[in-house]
């Protein structure tokens, strides 16, 4: 299975969690600037991950675009999403999967952590692992 971590990061946060990720799984992670929605899905998995901006939203100059196109691209994908936060509990995580859902989406795992990859909870962390 071909997979992806395909991320936007801010302060550096989702960025620590994509390269973490991308280590623990051998694949490889891109900056969501370094590819198209249709290079991506050629992926079989793509781990989608965007910090918590604003209201409790994905960020809306790259990511956000990148996303819907991704979206109209492959909506049967199987995607696993993961993101920072800094406040809040992670609402835009549950919203971001509901999105997913209704678009066709299989979401195998999600993973929201409250700083970087750092703070991240061990069990949480590993059971979103080994779901992928």
Known sequence: MAKIVIYWTGTGNTESIANKIAEDLGVEAKNVADITA?????????ILGCPAMGSEEL??????PFYDEFKSAKADAKVALFGSYDWGEGEWLRLWKD???????????????????????????AAFIAAL
Request: net charge negative; aromatic share 8%; hydrophobic share 45%.
């Open 38 to 46: 249709s290079e991506a899905a050629a992926y079989d998995l793509v």
């Open 59 to 64: 960020e809306d100059g790259e990511f956000r």
């Open 99 to 125: 999105e997913a859902d209704a678009a066709g989406q299989t979401v195998l795992a999600t993973l929201a952590v409250n700083g970087d990859i750092s703070v991240a909870d061990a069990d949480e962390y």
